[in-house]
């Protein structure tokens, strides 16, 4: 239960930021979108990579994501990494990700 509170909290979160931001309510009403939990969740779900290995080595290839995903991390200051990773490039940016969400968050 204590997962699912500190979710859905952070959840919230993100929707009250994006939706006190007026750059993100211009997009929403431009492309006729509403702002919901679920398209926030669908949203941030599509934002992905492949890991494919080339001569025993691993790479991270981000995929194409939504506009609207864009939207929230551009809204949210948050950057996404480049394209292509080493395995250790990935784990830094999960690491400092982490310690950077957890402050602009909360």
């Known amino acids: 239960y204590n997962c699912f509170f500190l979710s859905y909290f952070l959840l919230k979160n993100i ?3 994006l939706s006190n931001s ?3 309510n211009q997009f929403l009403t431009q492309n006729n979108e509403t702002l919901s939990i ?3 969740v669908e ?4 934002i992905n990579c492949v890991k494919v290995d080339i001569n025993n080595n691993n790479y991270y290839i981000k995929t194409k994501h939504s506009t609207f995903a864009s939207k929230i991390t551009d809204t949210l ?3 996404l990494p480049k394209h292509i990773l080493t ?3 990935i784990k830094n940016y999960l690491l400092n990700f982490t310690k950077k969400t957890q402050k602009s968050l909360l």
């Open 15 to 17: 929707q009250y930021k």
């Open 22 to 24: 007026k750059k993100f």
């Open 38 to 40: 679920d398209k926030i």
């Open 43 to 46: 949203s941030l779900n599509s």
């Open 77 to 79: 200051k948050i950057k």
């Open 87 to 89: 395995e250790n490039e």
